[in-house]
Each structure stands twice: as structure tokens, then as C-alpha cells.
């Protein structure tokens, strides 16, 4: 790192091994991160105090800026969930999901991504996305076969399924913003509000924009009459809540007592 | 030759491919021209690329990267490495490349540090994949053009690799060039019960060393289910937090090299043994896995004579080792140091 120009945070024992169980996790909600966080100053430096997440992550972000790595938050499309993955700057395709998959499952995953932008919800049917098992490069792959590995798009969160449809996990979304936008320019939607690539989201049925829901929450918070801010039409679908963190950790910690009893003496 | 479905078909692939990344999942469709635009993200844009000669016409990486059958999810999740945009399109004129090298970061620099980045990219790949690394692999795949320099390459991208991620770049095989990752940070097992988040498969993992270890070093598998039965980890059951445990000891411990299951020589039904790998001696100790079978059992090291004894022993010899390598390692950081300070009287550092 020598000859950066930038000022570079330091990086402690605490900080390798955040970085290192962050990336075998993936993806991670902020409470969880904040959990991981804690245990590495436990692991590493119980005596010193834990640093902000937000300045422990920027530190951080500022060493691996060199190495075109980044901690990147994002913010999950349904609920306003704040998550965190590690991303690779300087790829732009998916070859993240390289690793856990075979050639004709890439391929599937990339039909499926092409069905859930191309399509006006964000979300694609089971059955359109294995309508195209035909065409998938490499090994032949069935249908039952193809249901599976959607499955396990699902279980590695590269995917969400609701109902039989299939949309984007907020990590595939972090992690493939930029491909997407680069790969698919007029198809991209995109948030009115944070200008970020939008998936699911609700939109103005007279001019057309669209929000992200935990965008509109935010936007129409403490609206009685809200509005289109494009055409000032009445805005009509449900306003979301805004995502309470206090909550989350409640619900949270009732969780993990439960695994806690569960968990045996290993 | 009647128009129909199939070349109306293979048009809209070929305009799809265009607009794709050429390495965009798989198979690298090496000569494909990129087109998009890159947006807000801070992508790398530099022009001062030497290593890919627009004359041949492919990025040599992506034609490379796309023959090699084996390692094809590998070769793509590298060639997709993309800095140079602007030199790699035949003709492509990128205005907008220029405007985003005065904002990035100034280093990397030359080409060779390009080069670095890659690796590390690469290396942590490899790492996820829990894959070894041999150096004909670095070449094919990163280094390419710049095999002159491919020690240097790796050195500096395993300072990286250990500043920044705690990981050790270790060779494992010296005959055939082999590296691995090892995690440097010392495993822990003071925090286990708050966060069983973590890497859970570590308790089976400490778990059957300290069988192997309480067993001469060398365990049958019967006597390794008797203890895992009893932690209620049964071979064919799938668990909650490690998945299917047979796998995880007989394939997936084995593959990363922290156990060894060999079949009992002469056995017919043919019966296996667990032995420590080569990667559990690297990252844990005699002593830490009878510390942990002690803790289960409610009790001390010292519990077990025989054990604590060589338990000692071995923390002896460990002591030794790590001294030299020390010496060893003082010795090369002043070397270093004396080139980074040469280096750093260049004229092209800001």
C-alpha cells in the first residue's frame, strides 16, 4: 500500500477477521454484522472499544480500496433491511456465483436475471424461467434438475422466491448492480428517488416512475395524501412502514435465544 | 436457406452477446467489443495499459481463459477482471475513460500492480473454492505475459493477502508449486457459545481431532461416530448447523486438508481411519484441541498425562519453529524495506 495517496485506515487482527467471516457469509443483515463486528473485538482485543460499524467499515473500505474490493450496504428491496456483502469492483459479471455453480446453472441464473429485469414486476415465474432450460450452455439440464438449482439460488441468496416467482436477492442486486446496468441499459428501471437499480418497486400508474418501497416509506412517512413528486397525481398503492431497527433486534434476540438452547456443546 | 426461427434466434443471441460482458459468466466469448457505459461506480479506468495490444485483436486473457476446459468457472471469474475498458476494445473510443482516471486511486499503477490486484482476486477465489493453487494455474489464469515477473507478483500479492485478510499464502508442495491459503488468525474458542454463526463445522472439525489425537494420532471410524453419536451427529442425518456430518468429515474436512480418511490397509470390508491433515497441524495444535476436548468434558489438560505430555512436546518444537521463521521473516523485511525505500524514490509515485 505504499505510495497511496489516500489516507488508509489501519487494519488490526479485529478487522482480518471481520473481513475474512464476512466473506465466507456472503451477505449479512446490519444486526448480524453488528454481532460479527463484537465477536471479533472479542476474539481479538477485548479491551479495546468497538468502533462505530459505520467508521470500523469505512476503515476498512479505505484499505481494500486498493485492491478494488469494497464492503458495500445496500438495503433489501421489500422490507428496507440494511445488508452488507463484500463486492468486487473490478468484476463486473457474475462470476461471484462462479465458484458454487456449473457452467449450465450460471446460464440458468443468468435467464432468470433477464426475465426478472425484462419483466414489469421484477418478479419471474417459475414456469417462463424453465421454459428456457433448452437453451442453457453447457450440460443438458431437466427441468425437475432446474427447479432444484433454483432452489439453490434461493438458499445461497442470489434469489428470492415468493409464490412460485422469482426476483432478486438484495445480495445479487449489491453485488451485480453495475453488470446489470451495463448488460441491459434499456431495460434497467430505476429508483426516482436514490437513482439506484430498481427490481421490485411500486410506480405511478399515470407517468410512469418508479420507488422502491422502502424508498416510498421514507418519502411518504408522515403523509396522509401522498402524491406522484414526478406528476403530483394521488400515488396509489399501500405505503410500506419505514424498517425499525429496534424492532428487528427484539424479534432478533428472541431467535437466537431459541438457537442458543438448541445449539449443543460442540 | 429459409429464414425462420432459428437465425431470428441466433440474431438476438448475437446482439445479447454483444451488449454482454464478453467473460460474463462462463464461457468467454473472447471478441466480443464492449459498449456499455460505466455509471456512477468508481470503476477502474486507465489507459496506461501496456499488456493487452489492441493489434491482436482479443484481450489475450480472454482467449486464453476461454480454452482451458478445467478451469473454465475459474478462467471466467478471472478474465472478468476488467481495468482496462478503453485498451481492450479495438477502436473503441472511450472519452469518459480519461475523466475517471483523475478521480481513482493512484495505486495501482503499472501494469505489474494490475496484475497484483488480480491475484489477490484470484487467490481469495481459490480460497472460497477451499481449492489449492499451483503456480501453472497463476500463470494460465492472472499473470500471464508478465511470468518474468511472477514471483514478484505473488510476493506482493500476499502482503496484501495478509495485511489485509489475515491469510498466508503457504506452500504446500514445493515439487509441484502448490500454494494454499491459510487462515493466519488464531482459531478461537473462547467466544463459541454467543455466536454459533460462525463456521459451526469447527466443533466437529476440533471435535475429531481430539478423537484422532486421544487414539494414538489415529482414529477408526467407528471410534470417531461412538463420540460424534453421542453429540447426536449421526452419518446419513442431516443437521442444522453442519449439514450431512459423514460428508463434512469424509469429504468436505478431507478435501480442505484438515483430516485424512484412508482405508485400513488389508481390510476387506474395507474399513477407514481418520488421520490429522496437513492443514489442522498448520492451523490448530495438539495442545489447543486437548484444551477443547478438556473443556467438553468439564475438565483440565492435565486430566490426561499421556496426552498433556505430548501435547507439551509438540508446543515445544511449534515454539521452536515459529522463532526461526521469525528470524527468518526480520530478515526479509529488512530486505524489503531497503527495496521499498529505493523504489519509493521513483519518479512516477505522487
Known sequence: ?266 | MPRGQKSKLRAREKRRQAQEQPSGLVEAQATVPEEEESPSSPSPHFKDVPQSSPATGTPSSLQVSGRVRSATTTAAAVSSIRFNEGADNQGEERPKASQAQDTTQHWPRGPIDKKVVMLVHYLLYKYHMKEPVTKADMLRNVIQRYKNHVYEILRKASEHLELVFGLDVKEVDPNRNTYVLVNKLELSYDAKPSDDREVPKTGVLMTVLGVIFTKGNCATEEQVWEVLNIMGLYAGRNNFICGEPKKLIAKDLVQERYLEYCQVANSDPPRYEFLWGPRARAETSKMKVLEFVAKVNGTVPTAFPPHNEQALRDEGERARARAAARARTAALASVRSRAIASSSSRPNRV
Open chain 1, 1 to 266: 500500500m505504499q505510495g497511496s495517496t489516500r489516507r488508509m485506515g489501519v487494519m488490526t487482527d479485529v478487522h482480518r477477521r471481520f473481513l475474512q467471516l464476512l466473506m465466507t457469509h456472503g451477505v449479512l443483515e446490519e444486526w448480524d454484522v453488528q454481532r460479527l463486528q463484537k465477536h471479533c473485538y472479542k476474539v481479538h482485543d477485548r479491551s479495546a472499544t468497538v468502533d462505530k460499524l459505520e467508521d470500523f467499515i469505512n476503515n476498512i473500505n479505505s484499505v481494500l480500496e486498493s485492491l478494488y474490493i469494497e464492503i458495500k450496504k445496500g438495503v433489501t428491496e421489500d422490507d428496507g433491511r440494511p445488508i452488507y456483502a463484500l463486492v468486487n469492483l473490478a468484476t463486473t459479471s457474475i462470476s461471484k456465483m462462479a465458484s458454487d455453480f456449473a457452467e449450465n446453472e450460471l446460464d440458468l441464473f443468468r435467464k432468470a436475471l433477464e426475465l426478472i429485469i425484462d419483466s414489469e414486476t421484477g418478479f419471474a415465474s417459475s414456469t417462463n424461467i424453465l421454459n428456457l432450460v433448452d437453451q442453457l450452455k453447457g450440460k443438458k439440464m431437466r427441468k425437475k434438475e432446474a427447479e432444484h438449482v433454483l432452489q439453490k439460488f434461493v438458499q445461497n441468496k442470489w434469489l428470492i422466491e415468493k409464490e412460485g416467482e422469482f426476483t432478486l436477492h438484495g445480495r445479487a442486486i449489491l453485488e451485480m448492480e453495475q453488470y446489470i446496468r451495463e448488460t441491459y441499459p434499456d431495460a434497467v428501471k430505476v429508483c426516482t428517488i436514490c437513482h439506484s437499480l430498481l427490481i421490485q418497486g411500486q410506480s405511478c400508474e399515470t407517468c410512469g416512475i418508479r420507488m422502491h418501497l422502502p424508498c416510498v416509506a421514507k418519502y411518504f412517512q408522515s403523509n396522509s395524501e401522498p402524491r406522484c413528486p414526478h406528476c403530483n397525481d394521488y400515488w396509489p398503492h399501500e405505503i410500506p412502514d419505514v424498517f425499525d431497527p429496534e424492532k428487528e433486534r427484539e424479534a432478533g434476540i428472541s431467535k437466537s435465544n431459541k438457537r442458543s438452547l438448541r445449539s449443543r456443546q460442540h
